[in-house]
């Protein structure tokens, strides 16, 4: 009885996860909002957006989370698992080669303005730990 038990919540977990395999379909919420695109800062950090939706760069002065000093890479917004557009996804990675740093995206995230939820210093305050990135130039 033991087993069958443990067998039925095995598959009731398998079926669970299935059901959430990707991102939902994006119908309802209109056209794409075109990639980021430009110089963005917050508090001495700056991030740099190419407006290809893939390539950025960075100049970090106080860390965020691992991602420190200046550099470049890649980036993607996420839902779930899945590659997602920016004004309804839940997180953005950014990838120093193929290490990713992951932000939680907190607030509204805009063609000008991106705004995450930073960890880096143990205090789960999301108050205390949002950095609002806003565009200053293309």
């Known amino acids: 009885m033991k ?15 299935r059901l959430h395999d990707g991102p939902p379909k994006t119908d309802h919420l209109g056209p794409a909002p075109k990639p980021h695109n430009g110089v963005f800062v917050c508090d001495g950090d700056t991030l740099f957006f190419n407006g290809d939706g893939k390539t950025v760069g960075w100049s970090i002065a106080t860390p965020l989370d691992s991602l ?8 993607v917004f996420k ?42 210093d143990g205090d789960d305050n999301k108050n205390n730990n949002t950095k609002v990135f806003k565009k200053i130039k293309n």
Do not use: W
């Open 3 to 17: 087993q069958l038990s443990i067998l039925f919540l095995f598959m009731f977990i398998v079926v669970s996860c």
């Open 79 to 120: 839902l779930y698992n899945g590659r997602y557009r920016y004004d309804a996804a839940e997180s953005v990675s950014i990838y120093e080669g193929t290490k990713p740093h992951t932000f939680m995206k907190t607030g509204e995230t805009t063609e000008d303005q991106i705004t995450i939820y930073v960890s880096d």
């Open 68 to 75: 420190t000093g200046k550099g470049e890479g890649t980036y």
